[in-house]
């Protein structure tokens, strides 16, 4: 197989390769090995001239900018961290929402935190979050000086141990929250997952790539 007609999908592992499996369906194509029970990084599908690459969410981006993949599935969240939120998304075309993986990027505070006179106008609050940018931006946007504390998971500990007045995160059932006696204040933006395509790919592959992106397209959940 010649590298031109190969096609290389980058996914995650967990919820956006789950979620993916129905589209790469409409597309005809059957993913013929089980991420969960194989350490394989590179999985084969029914068609010899499309394969899957397991990266974590947060490299697709970067593997689909430079080469490694043609396509990907990434989270909204992961592509503003990525790329930032004026739509510079250098080398990455995002044609589609592919409306799975469905979540909130929202800031909470615990129960006891009156969030609504901490963020009055000139005010100051320490912030926790994996997702400065976002962040950032948001409490930029309301006059809000904060103090963001970067962390790169269990995000929900940063207020109850007293190093963080709110977080900034992903919710979706508010299970996690909940367990940690931590309440929703603000919701910032909804988050799904969409398709990314490398530029070069796109003019390299165009027909075959069209074909995804058509197929794709067909099969998105309301
Ligand atoms: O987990 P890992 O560190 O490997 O990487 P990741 O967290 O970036 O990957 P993954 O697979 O967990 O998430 C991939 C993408 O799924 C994210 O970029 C989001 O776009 C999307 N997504 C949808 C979510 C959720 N729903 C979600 N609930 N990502 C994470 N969560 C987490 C959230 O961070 C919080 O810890 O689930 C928890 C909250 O869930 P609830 O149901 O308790 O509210
Ligand atoms: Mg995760």
Redesign the pocket.
């Known amino acids: 197989m010649s590298p031109f007609s190969m096609i290389t999908l980058a996914l995650?592992?967990?919820?956006?390769f789950e979620e993916t499996l129905p589209l790469l369906a409409a597309a005809g194509i059957e993913v013929t090995e089980d991420p969960e029970k194989s350490r394989k990084l590179i999985l084969s599908t029914n068609r010899p001239d499309v394969r899957v690459v397991l990266v974590?969410?947060?490299d697709v981006p970067t593997y689909v900018q430079h080469g490694g993949a043609d396509i990907g599935v990434?989270?909204?969240?992961?592509l503003i961290e990525h790329s930032g939120s004026n739509g510079d998304h250098d080398g990455l075309y995002q044609p589609l929402d592919l409306n799975i993986?469905?979540?909130r990027m929202s800031v909470a505070v615990r129960a006891d935190f009156d969030y609504a006179t901490a963020v009055k106008q000139g005010s100051r609050i320490r912030v926790a979050t994996k997702y400065t940018t976002i962040a950032s931006e948001h409490f930029a946007n309301k006059g809000v000086h904060v103090d963001l504390i970067k962390l790169y998971?269990s995000?929900?500990l940063a207020p109850l141990i007293g190093v963080a007045d709110a977080i900034v995160?992903?919710?979706?059932?508010?299970?996690?929250?909940k367990a940690n006696h931590l309440v929703e204040v603000e919701e910032i933006m909804q988050?799904?997952?969409r398709l990314v395509v490398n530029q070069a790919s796109l003019k390299l592959k165009r027909e075959a790539i069209r074909q995804l992106i058509q197929a794709f397209e067909s099969a998105i959940p309301a």
């Open positions: 995650s592992k967990g919820r956006i974590r969410a947060t990434a989270g909204k969240d992961t993986a469905k979540c998971g995000m929900e995160d992903l919710v979706s059932t508010g299970n996690t929250l988050i799904s997952s």
